[in-house]
């Protein structure tokens, strides 16, 4: 049997952040069996993650964008890769 290693989650981080930083951004494919999407989330001291809410500085967004593009790119690719099978 053959496997394929896909990325399926990036993570960004400030200089010197741990991965758990409340300044960290998660941002990962994920599929509820109706299609993939790009879930972002980011950790809280002071929320519980079910009400968690991403906020987003003008200086951010441009690592949080090309993360969330080249994610949906790998969607795009692993479809046309997966459906001419």
């Known amino acids: 049997m053959n ?3 896909r990325v399926t989650r990036l993570t960004i981080s400030p200089p010197g952040e741990p991965i758990f930083s409340d300044q960290t951004f998660h ?3 994920e ?3 109706s ?4 879930k972002i989330s980011q950790q809280s001291e002071y929320r519980p993650a079910a ?3 991403v906020c987003i500085n003008p200086d951010e967004w ?3 964008k090309d ?3 080249s994610l949906l790119m790998t969607i795009a690719e692993w479809d046309a ?5």
């Not at 299609?35 to 790009?38: D, H, L, P, T």
């Not at 890769?81 to 099978?85: A, D, L, R």
């Open 27 to 29: 941002i990962e494919i």
């Open 3 to 5: 496997y394929h290693t």
């Open 81 to 85: 890769t997966t459906k001419t099978k």
């Open 51 to 53: 009400s968690q809410e």
């Open 62 to 64: 441009p690592a949080v």
């Open 67 to 69: 993360a969330v593009e």
């Open 35 to 38: 299609g993939e999407y790009v």
């Open 31 to 33: 599929d509820e069996a």
